[in-house]
């Protein structure tokens, strides 16, 4: 019974992945489908399917090809009827949609199948050595807080079994102190890959919430595609206009400037951050920026160019720029990086002009394998 129920629920998770793939791309550009942080799954509403079975009633003679009607009329109702939006409350049932938990695990897998991502190729040898308490057993001294309950009380039990002082009619157990036994632990060092993610992301005055919106959709499913791959991986936000400065999260999606654009003040605090906090021997680097394409000015763009040729890419092992459409940009920051850069390994630049073309963007940031 046990198999057959397995075997149902594999089939039905199947189901889920087919409906999933088929859909990625709706689902990847709803930014309500994405997770609250601290949360390891997401909610996908599915239309919910109804077998078909023989239900009692009396048609009164209102059958298929019977009573009044033209042809093209609607059987059992008006034209009006299931519409949504118009007439009053009614008592019939309406259309059903099922909504599946989706880990974000399983999810980062059907998205790296459907878009042919390959897995991570970690940079570097070196890895950071973590440290983890591993229950491996009892003893019969230790802290009260690690006290066994279940193997206190079957000692005792055996103990008063074996005096015959146990009467089953009346079940009292009282352990004594050689009955006591306490969990014990062992400290296992653990290597870890580790890797950590910096957005950058332009607020001036011509990056609209349209803009910003898909930025964060777009954030989210790297993030979720590259924790995938790490165990250990840390995210750091930079936003900027004429300056910039790292903050959290929440602040990130919601900051709104109006000031101008130097995008060189945004690489000086990621490569500054870079030098303070994550050495690039024992850390995985990748660096995301997303702007509308406006720089202050040429000698601007030449020093984000150095920036980028001498302390960024050296250390990093990915960087890509995407550059979101919006109507008071001049989008031509990155026709100056593909003519610097042209076909650079580590260097990736994306357009991503609506939300239908975040998909293909998550495709071209992550296809190298990086």
Same mark, same amino acid.
Request: aromatic share 8%; charged share 30%; glycine share 10%.
């Given at each position: 019974?046990?198999?057959?129920?397995?075997?149902?629920?594999?089939?039905?998770?199947?189901?889920?992945?087919?409906?999933?793939?088929?859909?990625?791309?709706?689902?990847?550009?709803?930014?309500?489908?994405?997770?609250?942080?601290?949360?390891?799954?997401?909610?996908?509403?599915?239309?919910?399917?109804?077998?078909?079975?023989?239900? =009692?009633?009396?048609?009164?003679?209102?059958? *298929?090809?019977? #009573?009044?009607? &033209?042809?093209?009329? +609607? !059987?059992?109702?008006?034209?009006?009827?299931?519409?949504?939006?118009?007439?009053?409350?009614?008592?019939?049932?309406?259309?059903?949609?099922?909504?599946?938990?989706?880990?974000?695990?399983?999810?980062?897998?059907?998205?790296?199948?459907?878009?042919?991502?390959?897995?991570?190729?970690?940079?570097?040898?070196?890895?950071?050595?973590?440290?983890?308490?591993?229950?491996?057993?009892?003893?019969?001294?230790?802290?009260?807080?690690?006290?066994?309950?279940?193997?206190? =009380?079957?000692?005792?039990?055996?103990?008063? *079994?074996?005096? #015959?002082?146990? &009467?089953?009619?009346? +079940? !009292?157990?009282?352990?004594?102190?050689?009955?006591?036994?306490?969990?014990?632990?062992?400290?296992?060092?653990?290597?870890?890959?580790?890797?950590?993610?910096?957005?950058?992301?332009?607020?001036?005055?011509?990056?609209?919430?349209?803009?910003?919106?898909?930025?964060?959709?777009?954030?989210?499913?790297?993030?979720?595609?590259?924790?995938?791959?790490?165990?250990?991986?840390?995210?750091?936000?930079?936003?900027?206009?004429?300056?910039?400065?790292?903050?959290?999260?929440?602040?990130?999606?919601?900051?709104?400037?109006?000031?101008?654009?130097?995008?060189?003040?945004?690489?000086? !605090?990621?490569?500054?951050?870079?030098?303070?906090?994550?050495?690039?021997?024992?850390?995985?680097?990748?660096?995301?920026?997303?702007?509308?394409?406006?720089?202050?000015?040429?000698?601007?763009?030449?020093?984000?160019?150095?920036?980028?040729?001498?302390?960024?890419?050296?250390?990093?092992?990915?960087?890509?720029?995407?550059?979101?459409?919006?109507?008071?940009?001049?989008?031509?920051?990155?026709?100056?990086?593909?003519?610097?850069?042209?076909?650079?390994?580590?260097?990736?630049?994306?357009?991503?002009?609506?939300?239908?073309?975040?998909?293909?963007?998550?495709?071209?940031?992550?296809?190298?394998?990086?």
């Amino acid at each position: 019974m046990i198999s057959r129920i397995e075997q149902d629920h594999s089939r039905f998770r199947e189901i889920i992945r087919g409906k999933i793939r088929q859909n990625l791309r709706k689902y990847i550009s709803r930014g309500d489908l994405i997770a609250p942080k601290g949360q390891g799954s997401v909610t996908i509403p599915m239309p919910q399917i109804n077998i078909p079975r023989f239900v =009692f009633g009396d048609n009164s003679g209102q059958g *298929v090809g019977q #009573g009044e009607g &033209d042809a093209g009329d +609607p !059987v059992g109702g008006s034209p009006k009827d299931g519409q949504s939006g118009s007439g009053k409350a009614g008592e019939g049932e309406g259309h059903k949609a099922l909504e599946v938990e989706v880990s974000l695990e399983e999810l980062a897998e059907i998205m790296g199948e459907e878009l042919g991502l390959p897995n991570i190729q970690r940079r570097g040898t070196q890895s950071l050595e973590t440290k983890k308490d591993r229950y491996v057993g009892l003893r019969s001294s230790g802290p009260e807080s690690l006290r066994s309950f279940k193997a206190t =009380f079957k000692r005792a039990l055996r103990r008063q *079994v074996a005096m #015959g002082t146990y &009467d089953p009619r009346r +079940p !009292v157990i009282v352990p004594i102190r050689e009955d006591r036994r306490y969990r014990s632990w062992r400290t296992d060092p653990r290597p870890q890959s580790n890797a950590v993610i910096i957005y950058m992301m332009d607020v001036s005055g011509s990056m609209g919430d349209e803009q910003k919106e898909m930025v964060r959709i777009e954030s989210f499913w790297i993030d979720t595609w590259l924790r995938s791959q790490y165990k250990g991986l840390e995210s750091r936000f930079i936003i900027h206009d004429a300056t910039a400065r790292v903050v959290e999260r929440e602040v990130f999606f919601r900051t709104r400037e109006s000031g101008g654009t130097m995008i060189s003040s945004a690489y000086k !605090v990621c490569s500054e951050l870079i030098e303070a906090e994550f050495n690039p021997e024992q850390w995985n680097i990748y660096a995301f920026h997303f702007s509308d394409g406006d720089n202050w000015s040429v000698d601007d763009t030449a020093t984000c160019i150095g920036l980028l040729k001498n302390q960024l890419l050296p250390r990093l092992n990915q960087f890509g720029y995407g550059q979101v459409e919006s109507p008071y940009g001049s989008g031509q920051f990155i026709k100056d990086l593909r003519a610097a850069f042209n076909k650079h390994p580590l260097l990736i630049t994306s357009e991503i002009k609506t939300k239908d073309d975040i998909m293909d963007s998550i495709r071209e940031f992550l296809k190298g394998g990086r």
